[in-house]
């Protein structure tokens, strides 16, 4: 492995495997996976509690972003991020309005500027989503732009979303991302896009569609174990038609013609509803199913399995209810007590990165830079996310992407990892886009010992060191020994450096979230 022939991929994978704790098998992956399971990552994560806090609320440290929370503090720097609008975000800002500005657009410009039923528009909601999660500054809120797309699904693209799902994603997930839980899910409600994808707009006191009444229930609010019944999902649709899409403006429209008039009840909402025009009537039921406490505690469940661990306690769960209650669905206050509580604390390596986490954190570590012109290396990131079997918001069902790690966990899918990482590290592709030289991943003074040098390396990579039997592994495809002398003319300093970083890459210690 010295005679400086490039590696076959049946070295780089063995070598992959072993960094991974794994072993190849008859040239395929058998034991697989960064982290094999929830809860047995500790080990590999670092205690650092401001690294810990950005593994889980960032789509992952970057050596300037870990300076700025040691500077402030754990506490402000969170109270800075749960203030998105005041932080300086300019250069993403500038980023999307100059290369992306359908953004921008309303249902109508969107109408206006783009073919009928065509996806350009939901593509580039896609891509933008990915460059915010790589250069926004703004991380805690595009985190939580995830977890509220995923909650409040719509899937991304979708045929019949085709001239409003960027809207939906501006007006509704980004608008009230850090807001009252409430207003979210009013827009929500009066939003063409979740009409439109889970059938309301078809829902008529003649021909109820359940669709969006039973996920109003089952997904959006109360939860699959909130305690309704067939009965609450049939009258859950009837409270709910009406609420439609204007088919020739494709925007929001009230049809009284198709509301069912009539007393309902649905988990001790009640009202006769005797109107044709039961709009009010709606906007009072998704009020009251916001402020119900069993949405208060499936929200708080589905926060601490976010962010704390795939089988949250119960009593955290309660004592975050509380507070969403008390706080009128406001979200930050929830967010603030989770984040600096003790349970959060004690969590480490109890999560691990899910594949469009993983991408974004390998991309932001390794200091990419957007295309200097155009979308084109933006875009085939699109294509990457995609082949990783993680698009954001792209899930199909209305459930949105799972956030266990026993949902992401196969051969297929860490070979992809492996693939995407080395591919990166090596600039292979995306090439549109731009990075700095790989070298400057290493200290200014190399290293002496080779030893030392993957020590440099995984500093920078992981913000720790590797144990000895993954140091071992690493020095082991390099075939040197950690005592070795290292030269700037040693090939670990140069074509094997690729191989290096993605070998660290691949490691446990990146696949931690």
Request: aromatic share 10%.
């Amino acid at each position: 492995m010295t005679n400086g022939l490039l590696p076959s991929r049946r070295d780089v994978l063995k070598a992959s495997a072993a960094v991974a704790g794994g072993a190849v098998v008859a040239g395929t992956v058998g034991s697989v996976g960064s982290v094999a399971a929830a809860g047995t990552g500790a080990k590999f994560a670092s205690d650092d509690l401001n690294l810990h806090m950005l593994r889980r609320t960032t789509y992952g440290p970057i050596p300037s972003l870990h300076a700025s929370i040691r500077k402030q503090g754990r506490k402000a720097w969170l109270d800075r991020q749960l203030n998105p609008s005041k932080l300086d975000d300019s250069y993403c800002d500038k980023l999307i309005a100059n290369r992306f500005p359908g953004m921008k657009w309303n249902i109508t410009q969107a109408r206006n500027n783009i073919d009928d039923f065509s996806w350009e528009l939901m593509r580039d909601v896609g891509v933008a989503t990915i460059a915010r999660a790589i250069w926004s500054k703004r991380q805690v809120f595009e985190v939580m732009c995830d977890f509220w797309s995923n909650h409040l699904n719509v899937a991304n693209p979708s045929d019949n979303v085709w001239d409003n799902r960027h809207d939906y994603d501006r007006t509704v997930i980004r608008k009230h991302a850090l807001g009252k839980f409430s207003d979210m899910l009013v827009a929500s409600a009066n939003h063409p896009a979740m009409l439109l994808y889970l059938n309301n707009a078809d829902s008529t006191k003649d021909n109820p569609n359940e669709n969006y009444g039973r996920e109003l229930l089952e997904l959006h609010s109360v939860g699959v174990d909130g305690g309704y019944d067939e009965e609450d999902m049939r009258q859950s649709t009837l409270i709910m038609t009406g609420f439609s899409v204007d088919w020739q403006t494709g925007l929001f429209e009230y049809n009284t013609w198709a509301h069912y008039r009539g007393a309902v009840q649905v988990m001790g909402f009640t009202d006769d509803n005797p109107a044709a025009d039961g709009y009010d009537v709606g906007l009072r039921y998704v009020r009251y199913l916001a402020r119900h406490p069993q949405t208060a505690r499936h929200i708080a469940y589905k926060l601490c399995q976010r962010f704390v661990s795939d089988t949250p306690d119960p009593g955290l769960v309660n004592t975050l209810a509380n507070t969403y209650l008390e706080n009128d669905t406001n979200i930050k206050p929830v967010l603030r007590q989770l984040l600096l509580s003790r349970a959060f604390e004690n969590s480490i390596g109890e999560k691990t990165r899910r594949p469009f986490e993983d991408l974004v954190a390998t991309l932001r570590v390794l200091g990419y830079l957007p295309d200097k012109n155009g979308t084109s290396g933006m875009g085939d990131l699109y294509w990457v996310a995609s082949d990783l079997g993680h698009l954001p918001l792209a899930w199909s069902q209305p459930d949105g992407y799972p956030d266990e790690a026993v949902a992401w966990q196969s051969a297929g899918g860490t070979l992809a990892r492996w693939n995407t990482h080395l591919s990166l590290a090596a600039h292979w592709w995306p090439d549109d886009l731009r990075q700095p030289a790989l070298r400057k991943l290493l200290p200014d003074r190399l290293p002496k010992t080779h030893g030392a040098y993957v020590d440099a390396l995984a500093q920078r990579l992981v913000f720790r060191k590797l144990t000895n039997t993954h140091r071992q592994a690493v020095l082991g495809f390099l075939g040197r020994q950690a005592g070795d002398p290292l030269s700037a003319g040693d090939e670990a300093v140069g074509w094997r450096l690729p191989y290096i970083v993605a070998l660290i890459l691949d490691s446990p210690y990146h696949g931690i979230r």
